[in-house]
């Protein structure tokens, strides 16, 4: 799952790069602020990737075949309808995000035309969240690694042709990632057929049951909310990043690329963490559990480190890459240390949250996540104005850290409430 989920921010980065090689900084904030807008669309719905994995892994840790298949069935059908919501309700969403996000004139023009083509993605993208979710929750990472190369490897290769061959710009970068979503999702919808053959399928009435279904709403509920707040934070630094021009705003997309491909690193790990803590839950066994958290901690910090000593080796290449313009690349040099350090903050909030889902102690990730806003908004209110961006890069860590040291804290407590005292 580590080399699925890498895939992803290296479509990021070739997106970015494709978009940087244009030499306008005002595209590449546009592209910034479309994708934000996005993610906090469809990242919002999240949970019908981790929620469908934990319920998943539940259930066959349980050894409940026939409900593994109704989450699956019940977690499209939310996709379906939330993919259609966003369709239909796509001007308010993409007025109020242009509104709060900000940017230039020029930054706005090349969002809008971002966000109306990549807009008709949305059910296709919701169903591959929920058939990715399902495929690890069976632990069948090999499914979900090979869709996840298919989606992002399409999709890399479509951005290339249609920016750089056809002279799309940014309608070229969202036209490649809609075609490459519908595809994948036929594509998954065929393997399920393949995965599940002769295998029974729930009835209507059980796929419906109101208290299965309920307790979905209410894990996906809490997953959204946590989901929401986090994509909030990373909007807010946006939306901070714009207020200071178009080259800050583009040389802070640019870095936070690096974290972002850190953590999709780390989300590998995390992964696993869902996977095994929901077997172990699902089969009431505290010693899986408690190694499964072991491990999956231990080698979350030993990516970290490598990930530190990568950044902090070939940082610099990698931007020169990224963008031609000179002042983006002046201006990463200088913040560039704030992305070298960025994993060893995050490390444990990223392998905690797969703990937390996995377990599907969806309450307790969503409270620490609000308080961690709530130190985050609080940092950036005393540090972005004594220190300007340096002040906004080191109050995003801080909003890391914390995340990872209030899950971690109540772990065993929670752990205890589960499977009974150790």
Not at 47 to 70: K, P
Not at 125 to 147: C, E, H, P, Q, V
Not at 186 to 205: C, M, N, V, Y
């Amino acid at each position: 799952m580590t080399l699925a989920y890498l895939s992803t921010p290296l479509l990021g980065l070739v997106d970015t790069a494709v978009i940087g090689q244009l030499g306008n900084p005002a595209l590449v904030g546009g592209i910034a602020i479309g994708g934000i807008i996005f993610d906090l669309a469809f990242t919002t719905f999240n949970f019908l990737r981790s929620g469908t994995t934990g319920l998943t892994a539940q259930a066959v840790g349980a050894n409940r075949a026939i409900e593994t298949r109704a989450v699956l069935l019940r977690a499209l059908m939310i996709a379906g309808l939330a993919g259609l919501a966003v369709i239909v309700f796509q001007t308010p969403l993409k007025l109020a995000g242009l509104y709060f996000l900000g940017g230039s004139e020029a930054v706005q023009a090349a969002t809008s035309a971002y966000f109306d083509v990549r807009v008709y993605s949305a059910p296709f993208l919701l169903a591959n969240y929920t058939i990715l979710g399902w495929y690890i929750g069976l632990g069948r990472a090999g499914i979900g690694l090979a869709l996840q190369l298919f989606l992002n490897g399409l999709n890399i290769l479509l951005s290339l042709w249609f920016v750089l061959g056809f002279d799309w710009g940014v309608e070229g970068v969202a036209a490649a990632t809609l075609v490459s979503e519908a595809v994948t999702a036929l594509l998954g919808g065929a393997l399920i057929f393949w995965t599940a053959k002769g295998g029974r399928w729930p009835s209507l009435d059980r796929l419906l049951n109101k208290r299965l279904f309920l307790a979905m709403l209410v894990l996906n509920r809490d997953i959204m909310i946590r989901s929401f707040t986090l994509l909030f934070a990373f909007s807010y630094f946006v939306a901070r990043s714009a207020d200071q021009g178009d080259v800050v705003l583009a040389t802070n997309t640019i870095l936070e690329k690096f974290i972002i491909t850190a953590a999709f690193f780390l989300d590998g790990m995390a992964t696993a963490a869902e996977q095994l803590v929901g077997r172990a839950v699902g089969a009431n066994y505290r010693p899986a559990f408690q190694k499964a958290v072991r491990l999956t901690v231990f080698w979350s910090f030993a990516i970290c480190a490598l990930l530190t000593a990568l950044i902090a080796f070939f940082g610099h290449h990698l931007l020169d890459m990224m963008t031609t313009s000179a002042d983006i690349r002046e201006l990463g040099r200088e913040y560039i240390i704030w992305v070298t350090i960025a994993p060893l903050f995050g490390v444990l909030a990223y392998v905690m949250d797969g703990v937390f889902i996995g377990a599907t102690w969806s309450r307790d990730m969503r409270n620490m996540m609000l308080i961690s806003l709530a130190s985050f908004l609080a940092a950036v209110s005393i540090l972005f104005p004594l220190w300007g961006n340096d002040g906004l890069w080191l109050s995003l860590l801080l909003f890391l850290g914390m995340r990872g040291l209030s899950l971690s804290l109540i772990c065993k407590w929670r752990a205890d409430r589960t499977f009974g005292i150790a």
